[in-house]
């Protein structure tokens, strides 16, 4: 039986220009390519330019999702934006979005949830969808995520970088194996101390920098992604054998890997984009997304499952079919 769905028709990615490889790290803290490379899988990580905000990335990659989407600006009536580097306290930066890309109705609005922020604005954009809220929506995840490094604190400066991926959702009538079909988000405030900002508006007046225990996110990240992914599965009769792609948040190759290892999920349907830009928080699963689609591996009609975890904790799981 038919019921309103939501469909992704198109993604978009941008990464700035300026590139930070390991070695030049190697010049500003005490690490090496090789340490990094083994600990993490990461290569380079991409850099925002001076002045170059985080409404810009998101606008970057919003048009390339619109053009691959056969659609235009006027087309969208919803902007759902994941970030945890926003322009400004307020307005929202999806509204500057909005303005950038010319969108006069609708509404737009930020969703944050640090690296599972993409997962929360897809389910958040698709039941607004599919209740008859929106038709046309640009999901996006957008940070400037070095602008909240210390730079002089090797265990997290390492990791992370700047980027921005979208995707456009759009309503129509479609059977339950279509388009979007799952979703499960979690978060767990207890465990906040893991992986925050030492910062922000009321409680010390600064932007604050990011703060890790690595080892325990580490843990907490197989265990909670794995069991997300399991109920996705279990509320939609799914089984692993039946997702022909994987398509993880990009924090790490060992979190990555590790996932799939437990999951039973072949190393050749795992999409991993994190070598060349990093840990980029909620840009970083329609990064992988958009590589993958662009580059002829993800094909109409292919299940995806995708995984993120982040601070919050919060974590989540989602399965679409493109
Ligand atoms: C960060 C991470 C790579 C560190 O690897 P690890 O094996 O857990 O390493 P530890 O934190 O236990 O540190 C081991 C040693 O490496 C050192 N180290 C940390 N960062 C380093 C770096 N960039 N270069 C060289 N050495 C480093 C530590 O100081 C420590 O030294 P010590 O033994 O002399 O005290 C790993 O914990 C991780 O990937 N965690 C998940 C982080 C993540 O993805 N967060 C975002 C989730 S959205």
Redesign the pocket.
Known sequence: MNTTKSFIRGTGAYLPQRVLSNDDLAQM????DQ??RD??GIQQRHIAAEGELTSDLAVASAKEALKNSGLVPADVDLIVLATTTPDQTFPATATAVQSKLGITGGAAFDVQA??SGFLFALATADSMLRQGLFSTALVIGAETFTRILDWSD??TC??FGDGSGAAVLQAAPGAENEGVIAHHIRTDGAKSDL?YVDGGVSSTGTIGHVR?Q??Q??RH?VTNISSAIETVLEQTGYTIADVDWFVP?Q??Q??LSGVAKRLGLDDEKVVSTVSHHG?T?AASIPLALHTAISDGRIKKGDLVLSEA???GFSWGASLFRL
């Open positions: 803290v005490d690490t090496s340490w990094i600990r993490t640090v690296c090797r265990s390492v990791l992986l890790m690595g080892n996110v580490f990240a948040h924090a790490n060992r979190i840990n928080s975890m982040g601070g």
